[in-house]
């Protein structure tokens, strides 16, 4: 009776249903697909969709997402074939986060060190900068949610070899790929283990926020963010305004230079070889 007893007290671990629906638009780019696909090799929590109908509202996405049985969405969306946004939200309440993915590097482009399995549960790395506003800590959660595998997940390696670091920039995030590596020869078991960058990278900046999943007003909004439209006019208004400013220097050293010509002074005259000679002449 003790043995049955004792059985009955040990806690069932039962799987996590925590699965992220992978979905992007029509004209995605190859680097933006290939980044997608290596989230998804080291994701193996995502389920796949094809290519989103931009004609549907984007809240269409929550009946795709329920289809599959997902509780989470990624969508990748390119824009004017040049820049791609990332929405993390949560089903069915929300919230949404838009984030601006720059500076991509695939796994294919950095051929990096480091030995991993790509169905390993990773550890996630949070920089103290994303407790600093309700903001970052919304964030915090979304990133949490998408890019952490579920424990005792069916398709998940039992062990930990890799390591997903999220660092803030200034107003942007930072996202790097760790592999963990070992030193057996070493004797000293604290030096053992080192970390390698051996996956992609990319920078995040957040642009908003939406109360719903894909829908529902926004309760915040990056000020400081400018999009690519806005940043090509304010680098044509900088080199507009540095043209400017070398064309008025280069007149007013061409007025320099007339006005010290038209200016004679006797004492630089009298030791030239033509003061001299007028000298000579007066005499």
């Known amino acids: 009776m003790q043995q049955e007893t004792a059985k009955q007290e040990v806690p069932v671990h039962e799987t996590p249903n925590h699965r992220v629906l992978s979905i992007y638009n029509k004209h995605i780019l190859a680097d933006h697909l290939a980044l997608k696909r290596d989230y998804e090799k080291l994701c193996p929590h995502t389920k796949l969709e094809f290519k989103f109908d931009e004609s549907e509202p984007l809240s269409h996405l929550q009946v795709l997402a329920h289809k599959?049985?997902?509780?989470?969405?990624?969508?990748?969306?390119?824009?004017?074939?040049?820049?791609?946004?990332?929405?993390?939200?949560v089903m069915p309440s929300g919230p949404t986060m838009k984030f601006h993915v720059m500076n991509i590097k695939t796994s294919k482009s950095m051929r990096f060190e480091g030995n991993f399995a790509q169905r390993t549960r990773p550890l996630l790395n949070f920089s103290a900068e994303f407790d600093s506003t309700p903001e970052m800590s919304i964030a915090k959660e979304l990133l949490k949610r998408t890019f952490s595998t579920p424990n005792m997940h069916f398709?998940?390696?039992?062990?930990?070899?890799?390591?997903?670091?999220?660092?803030?920039?200034?107003?942007?995030?930072?996202?790097?790929?760790h592999a963990y590596g070992f030193d057996f020869n070493d004797k000293v078991k604290e030096n053992d283990v080192n970390v390698k960058e051996a996956g992609p990278y990319f920078i995040m900046t957040p642009v908003s926020i939406q109360a719903g999943c894909f829908a529902g007003e926004i309760i915040w909004e990056n000020e400081k963010y400018l999009n690519s439209k806005q940043m090509r006019a304010a680098s044509r208004e900088k080199n507009e305004a540095t043209k400017r400013h070398m064309k008025k220097l280069k007149k007013w050293e061409k007025g320099r230079t007339e006005r010290e010509e038209g200016v004679r002074d006797e004492i630089n005259d009298l030791f030239s070889g033509k003061g001299f000679q007028e000298a000579f002449d007066e005499e």
């Open 68 to 89: 599959r049985g997902c509780d989470t969405i990624i969508y990748w969306e390119t824009r004017r074939r040049k820049d791609l946004f990332l929405y993390l939200s």
């Open 155 to 177: 398709k998940m390696a039992p062990f930990l070899d890799h390591l997903f670091q999220f660092a803030v920039l200034k107003e942007n995030m930072q996202f790097e790929f």
